[in-house]
């Protein structure tokens, strides 16, 4: 793999979050003294009014964020939709135990760990819930594929995978699921035993890259369907799978981009 590392202003504060597109551009949620600040590329962001314990941060193309509580409050939404200079669009609620945000070409994608899943708040229960970029709920997996969804008792694994698609591995099943929401349709492959239990997960084509599964903590492996899965770096903290094979891990004062080496 090779990394990329991007140093932030220390006086930004505190990196608890980051997001980055794909032209390297990036979204930060930061802690300082007087609560906690969203700061971008291009400027220094605004002061979040949100009391967040568990922030999460994603772009919405170059105009928006989405912010997320992973583990909301009762009473409390848990998402909020605004621009760059801190305007409310729109407020949502998104249940409990939220693992990953993921946002597609015109969806954001909702992932749950198992205390949401089971937490009785929907649409946690769903294992993945579809918002539009208005916070608008689309739908839940469980509900848009019926008896054709896999079970989610957890989704840690999940990406993009391109314009449209969601790419994710869940407990129990761990097959690698290529899911289309609105079109309402998916692809199922099963995965070997030894990628079971990856804790990030990113797509490129038919290249698929895991980390960190059940027997092979902290290592970075690829693998095709036709063929044996081969470990290809290690890595020592958490990572975030990312569209296009790459990962990131995000540090108090900046992130680092983990991408594969294609010649290599």
Same mark, same amino acid.
């Given at each position: 793999?090779?990394?990329?590392?991007?140093?932030?202003?220390?006086?930004?504060?505190?990196g608890?979050?980051?997001?980055?597109?794909?032209?390297?551009?990036?979204?930060?949620?930061?802690?300082?003294?007087?609560?906690l600040?969203?700061?971008?590329?291009?400027?220094?962001?605004?002061?979040?009014?949100?009391?967040?314990?568990?922030?999460? !941060?994603?772009?919405?193309?170059?105009?928006?964020?989405?912010? !997320?509580?992973?583990?909301?409050?009762?009473?409390?939404?848990?998402?909020t939709?605004?621009?760059?200079?801190?305007? !409310?669009?729109?407020?949502?609620?998104?249940?409990?135990?939220?693992?990953?945000?993921?946002?597609?070409e015109?969806?954001?994608?909702?992932?749950?760990?198992?205390?949401?899943?089971?937490?009785g708040?929907?649409?946690s229960?769903?294992?993945?819930?579809?918002?539009?970029?208005?916070?608008?709920?689309?739908g839940?997996?469980q509900s848009?594929?019926?008896?054709?969804?896999?079970?989610?008792?957890?989704?840690?694994?999940?990406?993009?995978?391109?314009?449209?698609?969601?790419?994710?591995?869940a407990?129990?099943?761990?097959?690698?699921?290529?899911?289309?929401?609105?079109?309402?349709?998916q692809?199922?492959?099963?995965?070997?035993?030894?990628?079971?239990?990856?804790?990030?997960?990113s797509?490129?084509?038919?290249?698929?890259y895991?980390?960190?599964?059940y027997?092979r903590?902290?290592?970075?492996?690829?693998?095709?369907?036709?063929?044996?899965?081969?470990?290809?770096?290690?890595?020592?903290?958490?990572l975030?799978g990312?569209?296009?094979?790459?990962?990131?891990?995000?540090?108090?004062?900046?992130?680092?981009?983990?991408?594969?080496?294609?010649?290599?």
């Amino acid at each position: 793999m090779v990394e990329g590392t991007t140093t932030v202003d220390a006086s930004l504060g505190t990196g608890r979050d980051f997001d980055v597109r794909p032209d390297g551009s990036w979204v930060g949620v930061f802690e300082r003294g007087d609560g906690l600040h969203v700061a971008h590329t291009h400027g220094p962001g605004f002061r979040v009014s949100q009391a967040l314990r568990y922030p999460m !941060v994603r772009a919405i193309g170059y105009d928006r964020i989405v912010l !997320v509580e992973a583990r909301p409050l009762p009473n409390t939404s848990g998402g909020t939709v605004l621009s760059l200079d801190g305007q !409310v669009h729109r407020e949502f609620s998104i249940g409990d135990g939220v693992q990953d945000v993921v946002v597609l070409e015109d969806l954001i994608a909702i992932t749950y760990f198992d205390e949401g899943v089971f937490s009785g708040r929907p649409p946690s229960e769903q294992g993945i819930a579809f918002f539009d970029f208005d916070g608008e709920f689309f739908g839940g997996y469980q509900s848009l594929f019926g008896a054709a969804a896999v079970d989610i008792a957890d989704c840690y694994a999940a990406c993009r995978a391109g314009r449209s698609t969601l790419a994710f591995s869940a407990y129990t099943g761990f097959e690698l699921v290529r899911v289309r929401p609105r079109a309402r349709e998916q692809e199922l492959v099963p995965l070997p035993p030894d990628l079971h239990g990856a804790s990030a997960l990113s797509v490129v084509d038919d290249r698929c890259y895991f980390f960190s599964p059940y027997d092979r903590k902290g290592s970075l492996l690829a693998w095709r369907p036709d063929a044996a899965a081969r470990e290809i770096g290690c890595h020592s903290g958490l990572l975030r799978g990312i569209e296009s094979g790459r990962f990131l891990s995000t540090g108090a004062h900046g992130f680092t981009v983990l991408s594969p080496d294609i010649a290599g």
